[in-house]
T-cell receptor, first 114, second 115 residues
Framework: GENVEQHPSTLSVQEGDSAVIKCTYS??????FPWYKQELGKRPQLIID?????GEKKDQRIAVTLNKTAKHFSLHITETQPEDSAVYFC?????????????FGKGTKLSVIP | GAVVSQHPSRVICKSGTSVKIECRSL??????MFWYRQFPKQSLMLMAT?????????EQGVEKDKFLINHASLTLSTLTVTSAHPEDSSFYIC???????????FGPGTRLTVL
């Protein structure tokens, strides 16, 4: 089955700096890669996703890049703010056919220091 | 759009009792819903895939007779933890996939504490 590795497990940045979280996946058939943000005790919220026919996607301060050959994808947050502090999860799935099950990374706890 | 509700948000029960958790997609139809369990400071662990009109698919190691899943309609899936024990205490989260989409939207979760 699919295996998703996520690094780093914790990340501290100064407010205004950029943060980068990296994930690798094992199943070359995976074609959908969402990123979720989870604040303590709350639900995971989708912040951005990317499909395998696209190499990069951007939404304001958040961007995701995908390298299908190397089987890795990354989340980039620019101009970080204290409210960006949360746990971020990457995930991978095979969409279009099959179960659409998400395989999650272990998460990255991001702390933005004011 | 794409709102998922989950009830109850918190439940405390005695060992041996059964607890039912409801997951509803409020503004979309979802043939497929998912149930996860999350331990403190850990990732989401998929328990089962709930399919409307058919039996749920359970992940390896998840007891189907203990965690009963019913997907009664295109907007409702329920998880019943039968004969709950303290080791079942956890944060249970559901997600729903809008029909025709590949994105999953999560419910707010249910904190189960078994005494």
């Amino acid at each position: 089955g699919e295996n998703v590795e996520q690094h780093p497990s914790t990340l501290s940045v100064q407010e205004g700096d950029s943060a980068v979280i990296k994930c690798t996946y094992s199943d070359s058939a995976s074609n959908y890669f969402p990123w979720y943000k989870q604040e303590l005790g709350k639900r995971p919220q989708l912040i951005i996703d990317i499909r395998s026919n696209v190499g990069e996607k951007k939404d304001q301060r958040i961007a995701v890049t995908l390298n299908k050959t190397a089987k890795h994808f990354s989340l980039h947050i620019t101009e970080t703010q204290p409210e960006d502090s949360a746990v971020y999860f990457c995930a991978a799935s095979i969409s279009g056919a099959g179960s659409y099950q998400l395989t999650f990374g272990k998460g990255t706890k991001l702390s933005v220091i004011p | 759009g794409a709102v998922v509700s989950q009830h109850p948000s918190r439940v405390i029960c005695k060992s041996g009792t059964s607890v039912k958790i409801e997951c509803r997609s409020l503004d979309f139809q979802a043939t497929t819903m998912f149930w996860y369990r999350q331990f403190p400071k850990q990732s989401l662990m998929l328990m089962a895939t709930s399919n409307e009109g058919s039996k749920a698919t359970y992940e390896q190691g998840v007891e189907k007779d203990k965690f009963l899943i019913n997907h009664a309609s295109l907007t409702l899936s329920t998880l019943t933890v039968t004969s709950a024990h303290p080791e079942d205490s956890s944060f249970y989260i559901c997600s729903a996939r809008p029909d025709g989409a590949d994105t999953q939207y999560f419910g707010p979760g249910t904190r189960l504490t078994v005494l």
